[in-house]
């Protein structure tokens, strides 16, 4: 497949033990294969609805509208923002291993890091979402303006802005999370520090404003926390008793 042919120039030995690819477009070839046919669908989609004269075909101009509501942003961005830690952790093994001496390492820097902006634009986005909310929170309609973005915010309690806040912290933490494995290997008890730090306040966010509105995701979220806090500190135990010797 074209993605086994891209250049795979060679990692530090903690990556290589582990036979990791260093290109980030091979790492991701499925969920960017996937995006890219999702975006070519909604705009296949726009320029029908634009084609289609409305007067004429009502209904079907209707159903396009809706599709496209339902879509636009919210599929790419669920899938961006569900894939953020590992456009983060491929990105840098890309960055860090890049040698730009052929056309397609350029181009899979260039998509490492145009991911990596996306994510952030879509970081942006969130806080003007939540400095929306904090000006208009009185105001029922206040996300009237953000429709399409809904997978920021719509599933998480509007009490205040920090409730409002889960899925900034979601990505934020993963980016940390991954950053902090591709980039610090050779101090893993600092690693284990950082996570350990990001998994405790992520788990007395959740246990203290508890911000999903669905109380079987709610659960389901304080479990998977839960675990994830045992391993960590486990590790954590491990590595520190490793520095010791």
């Not at 904090?134 to 997978?151: C, F, H, L, T, V």
């Amino acid at each position: 497949s074209i993605a086994e042919k891209l250049p795979d120039n060679r990692l530090p030995d903690v990556f290589e033990k582990y036979d990791v690819n260093s290109n980030f477009v091979s790492n991701l070839w499925d969920f960017l294969m996937t995006l890219l046919i999702i975006l070519m669908v909604m705009g296949a989609l726009a320029v029908i609805k634009f084609v289609v004269p409305q007067k004429r075909y009502p209904r079907i101009s209707l159903i396009l509208s809706k599709i496209l509501g339902a879509m636009k942003w919210n599929v790419p961005l669920m899938m961006i923002c569900s894939s953020s830690g590992d456009i983060f952790f491929y990105g840098s093994l890309q960055i860090r291993s890049s040698h730009l001496n052929s056309s397609a390492a350029i181009i899979c820097l260039c998509v490492s890091l145009v991911m990596m902006i996306v994510v952030f634009m879509i970081l942006v986005i969130g806080l003007k979402i939540l400095r929306n909310f904090k000006r208009e929170s009185e105001n029922p309609n206040w996300a009237e303006k953000w429709k399409g973005y809904e997978i920021l915010y719509e599933e998480y309690e509007e009490k205040s802005i920090w409730s409002l806040s889960y899925m900034i912290l979601f990505i934020t933490r993963g980016i940390i999370f991954n950053f902090t494995l591709a980039n610090l290997f050779n101090f893993p008890l600092i690693q284990c520090i950082i996570i350990n730090i990001t998994n405790i306040l992520m788990l007395g966010y959740l246990l203290y404003l508890r911000p999903l509105k669905n109380l079987l995701n709610l659960v389901q979220l304080f479990v998977n926390e839960g675990l994830v806090n045992i391993i960590g500190v486990s590790i954590l135990i491990l590595a520190i008793m490793d520095k010791a010797g």
